[in-house]
């Protein structure tokens, strides 16, 4: 089972910061999804990359697959952002990637 | 669908019930997908369905728990004989092809065992 494991726990930041939240994992994948989770549970699913960086908006995700890290970040933070952040890894490179793994979780509170 | 519908969104039950989560995918997803998500816990695996196929029902934690997806379409999660440990959030989510994209996730339904 790949350990996935996320940092920080929870982060408070003033409107307006940039955002940095780290993923690593333990056996090295193909591809890695960040998810967020909004107060009232429901989730969405932001990116799925296997290299390199992708952006939306002001989100950026970045992956080092050698390196076994993520990172999301998040440019000109809003209170809208305000959510935990998930991301979640397959078992192995080439395994079945539908049985994802997830991490605990970032709680990013935004203030106004 | 606009998007992946669970029902029902909040279920409170006796131990020792059955209770029947469903879950619509969006219209032409062929990949289904459960997960729980217990309090203070992260989300986990359950069970998956791609197509025709034979779901994976590895994750399932006891016999106590099964999955069926009629006509490739609607999915129901079946949990008997409910256990106070059962209770958690049970998200469903759908995509179109297994891996290659981007999973929709529904709103879950909150089980509750008393």
Redesign the interface.
């Given at each position: 089972k790949n350990e996935v494991e996320q940092s920080p726990q929870n982060l408070t930041a003033q409107e307006g910061e940039f955002i940095t939240i780290n993923c690593s994992y333990s056996v090295g994948i193909s591809a890695l999804h960040w998810l967020q989770q909004h107060p009232g549970g429901g989730i969405v699913s932001l990116f799925m990359l296997s290299s390199g960086k992708k952006k939306h908006g002001r989100l950026i995700a970045t992956i080092n697959i050698q390196e076994k890290h993520s990172s999301l970040h998040i440019t000109a933070s809003h209170p809208r952002d305000s959510a935990v952040y998930i991301c979640a890894v397959p078992p192995y490179s080439g395994g079945s990637n539908y049985k994802l793994t997830f991490g605990k979780g970032t709680l990013l509170t935004v203030n106004p | 669908g606009a998007g992946v519908s669970q029902s029902p969104s909040n279920k409170v039950t006796e131990k020792g019930k059955d209770v029947e989560l469903r879950c619509d995918p969006i219209s032409g997803h062929t990949?289904l997908?459960w997960y729980r998500q217990s309090l203070g816990?992260?989300?986990?695996?359950l069970i998956?369905f791609?197509g025709n196929s034979a779901p994976?029902k590895?994750?399932l934690p006891s016999d106590r728990f099964s999955a069926e997806r009629t006509g490739g379409s609607v999915s129901t999660l079946t949990i008997q004989r409910t256990q106070q440990e059962d209770s958690a959030?049970y998200?469903c989510?759908s995509s179109l092809v297994?891996?290659k994209?981007?999973?929709?996730?529904g709103?879950?339904t909150?089980l509750s065992v008393l």
């Open positions: - | 990949a997908y816990q992260g989300l986990e695996f998956y791609q994976d590895s994750g959030v998200l989510a297994l891996a994209n981007i999973q929709y996730f709103a879950g909150r």
